[in-house]
């Protein structure tokens, strides 16, 4: 009997010492598994003699019963304290300031922005939004934008070229936006009043080239637009897009086989200081290419030319961001370098809009 006293008053300390739901299990399986110190005694029973076993069997029988309850409250005791800690770590202080969210860590590349600027500038003027594919046919691309074959004009173009197909025809990556041109007085009755923002390739690179680079080309084409329409359009969107509120523009002849007359432009600007600021001083900077619609442009597109007339330009995105935003390095604008943008980017949620200021 002192023998079962002292197991008992053993597995109570040990019960009670346990200090982890695995460690009691532990314990359990000792006592009352199928070889544990209990059930060994149990097993004893059977060769007792009937005195013997009426005392020792109810004794046993005690002994099993009070480890199983002891075992199932510092089990519960156990598990309330896990739940606890648990609870206690896990709390959420919500006095905690707010953890940025996407909208506030992203960044708008300074392209897009400038492309969103465009659009909330021509938009406003009437005119909407019309796009090609990267990949042009030689035939879009040159031929019918009036580049005769062997021209000098292709050839100062940079082209990347792909394989020649079994048919003998020669795709390209377009190497300006103006085929959209062409694709788009296929597509549409006059008048037409559109812009054509996209990617362009040249195979160019330094730092104000990138092999990929991007334009934005504007057509308008009805029965009486002239010259003078486009310096207007072309001199509201500088003041707009610079956010000066008067621009001197300076039109100098130029060529282009797609128009004529051509006209190469250039704003005003200040270069004494550090930055180049745009609609001040007496320097000049060029932006734009533009011009008449040629003649034979219109025809190649099937409109008659003595019918319609309009006129087009063409400038490149990134070169009029580098201008507006102060970007030194062309290259730096497809490095994919997280800090850059922080630094160059612009807030996803400030959407330019001409009440709402384009870039504030
Ligand atoms: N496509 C010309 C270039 O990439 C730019 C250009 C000039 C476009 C005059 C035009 C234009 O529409 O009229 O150099």
């Given at each position: 009997m002192s023998d079962l006293n002292t197991l008992e008053t053993d597995l109570i300390a040990a019960i009670e010492n346990a200090d982890s739901e695995t460690g009691l299990e532990e314990i359990r399986v000792a006592a009352l598994g199928k070889k544990g110190s209990i059930s060994e005694q149990m097993k004893t029973l059977g060769k007792m003699s009937p005195e013997e076993r009426k005392t020792m069997g109810p004794a046993l029988n005690g002994l099993k019963a009070k480890i199983t309850d002891a075992i199932a409250a510092r089990k519960a005791v156990l598990e309330e304290s896990a739940l606890e800690a648990r609870l206690a770590n896990e709390t959420v202080d919500v006095t905690l300031p707010l953890r940025p969210s996407p909208a506030e860590t992203g960044r708008i590349h300074p392209v897009s922005q400038v492309i969103d600027e465009l659009t909330a500038i021509f938009a406003d003027m009437g005119f909407s939004i019309a796009e090609g594919p990267d990949i042009e046919t030689d035939e879009l691309n040159f031929t019918s934008l009036n580049f005769p074959e062997g021209h000098p004009a292709r050839e100062m173009h940079d082209t990347f070229f792909f394989n020649e197909k079994e048919d003998g025809e020669r795709l390209l990556l377009r190497t300006h936006t103006s085929p959209v041109q062409i694709r788009?007085?296929?597509?549409?009755e006059p008048p037409i009043r559109v812009i054509i923002p996209g990617r362009t390739y040249r195979c160019d690179s330094d730092?104000?080239?990138?092999?990929?680079?991007?334009?934005?080309?504007?057509?308008?084409?009805?029965?009486?637009?002239?010259?003078?329409?486009?310096?207007?359009?072309?001199?509201?969107?500088?003041?707009?897009?610079?956010?000066?509120?008067?621009?001197?523009?300076?039109?100098?002849?130029?060529?282009?086989?797609?128009?004529?007359?051509?006209?190469?432009?250039?704003?005003?600007?200040?270069?004494?200081?550090?930055?180049?600021?745009?609609?001040?001083?007496?320097?000049?900077?060029?932006?734009?290419?533009?011009?008449?619609?040629?003649p034979n442009v219109i025809r190649n597109c099937g409109l008659d030319p003595d019918v319609?007339?309009?006129?087009?330009?063409?400038?490149?995105?990134?070169?009029?961001?580098?201008?507006?935003?102060?970007?030194?390095?062309?290259?730096?604008?497809?490095?994919?370098?997280?800090?850059?943008?922080?630094?160059?980017?612009?807030?996803?949620?400030?959407?330019?809009?001409?009440?709402?200021?384009?870039?504030?």
């Amino acid at each position: 009997m002192s023998d079962l006293n002292t197991l008992e008053t053993d597995l109570i300390a040990a019960i009670e010492n346990a200090d982890s739901e695995t460690g009691l299990e532990e314990i359990r399986v000792a006592a009352l598994g199928k070889k544990g110190s209990i059930s060994e005694q149990m097993k004893t029973l059977g060769k007792m003699s009937p005195e013997e076993r009426k005392t020792m069997g109810p004794a046993l029988n005690g002994l099993k019963a009070k480890i199983t309850d002891a075992i199932a409250a510092r089990k519960a005791v156990l598990e309330e304290s896990a739940l606890e800690a648990r609870l206690a770590n896990e709390t959420v202080d919500v006095t905690l300031p707010l953890r940025p969210s996407p909208a506030e860590t992203g960044r708008i590349h300074p392209v897009s922005q400038v492309i969103d600027e465009l659009t909330a500038i021509f938009a406003d003027m009437g005119f909407s939004i019309a796009e090609g594919p990267d990949i042009e046919t030689d035939e879009l691309n040159f031929t019918s934008l009036n580049f005769p074959e062997g021209h000098p004009a292709r050839e100062m173009h940079d082209t990347f070229f792909f394989n020649e197909k079994e048919d003998g025809e020669r795709l390209l990556l377009r190497t300006h936006t103006s085929p959209v041109q062409i694709r788009t007085m296929r597509d549409q009755e006059p008048p037409i009043r559109v812009i054509i923002p996209g990617r362009t390739y040249r195979c160019d690179s330094d730092q104000t080239h990138t092999p990929m680079f991007h334009q934005v080309e504007g057509l308008v084409i009805d029965k009486e637009s002239h010259f003078g329409h486009l310096k207007w359009i072309l001199e509201e969107f500088c003041k707009a897009f610079f956010e000066v509120d008067d621009i001197k523009m300076r039109f100098r002849p130029s060529f282009f086989p797609f128009t004529e007359p051509s006209m190469e432009v250039d704003i005003q600007c200040d270069r004494s200081g550090a930055e180049v600021k745009i609609g001040e001083g007496a320097d000049w900077l060029e932006i734009l290419g533009c011009g008449m619609v040629h003649p034979n442009v219109i025809r190649n597109c099937g409109l008659d030319p003595d019918v319609y007339q309009g006129f087009a330009w063409g400038m490149g995105i990134d070169r009029i961001a580098m201008l507006k935003y102060g970007m030194p390095d062309l290259r730096a604008f497809f490095d994919a370098d997280v800090r850059w943008i922080q630094h160059y980017g612009f807030r996803p949620l400030d959407l330019p809009t001409l009440f709402g200021g384009l870039s504030s």
